[in-house]
């Protein structure tokens, strides 16, 4: 079993700088795509950014976060990073990691196995 532990939450003030880490604990193979999704209440899961296998390394964003936000992996610390920069208050959610164990992209939260619990982020302005 892929636990996955969420780390480096918090809040900041707007166009401040916050890098959240993903660690995995347990098999986690390297063509894993690890991706980034946050929630507000009452809402769903969007997708932020994804990183795929460390052979490929192909990183992609949302919208909303392109330029912003820069997706990294650690493989020898099984640990993929969220460097976020030029923070907005839109930015305020609730960041989910999460695991497909599958080698290709997919930025639809129904197709990922393995989820963290969550890591608050608030942007104020």
């Known amino acids: 079993q892929v636990q996955l532990l969420e780390s480096g939450g918090g809040s900041v003030q707007a166009e401040g700088s916050l890098r959240l880490s993903c660690q995995a604990s347990?098999?986690?193979?390297?063509?894993?795509?690890v991706a980034w999704f946050r929630q507000t209440l009452g809402q769903g899961r969007d997708f932020v950014a994804a990183?795929?296998?460390?052979?490929?390394?192909?990183?992609y964003y949302a919208p909303s976060v392109e330029g912003r936000f820069t997706i990294s992996r650690d493989s020898a610390k099984n640990t993929v990073y969220l460097q976020m920069n030029s923070l907005k208050p839109e930015d305020t959610a609730v960041y989910y990691c999460?695991?497909?164990?599958?080698?290709?992209?997919?930025?639809?939260?129904?197709?990922?196995?393995?989820w963290g619990q969550g890591i608050q982020v608030t942007v104020s302005s």
């Open positions: 999460a695991a497909d164990s599958s080698a290709s992209y997919s930025n639809s939260p129904v197709d990922y196995d393995y």
């Open positions: 347990g098999r986690a193979p390297s063509w894993f795509t």
């Open positions: 990183i795929t296998r460390i052979t490929s390394n192909e990183r």
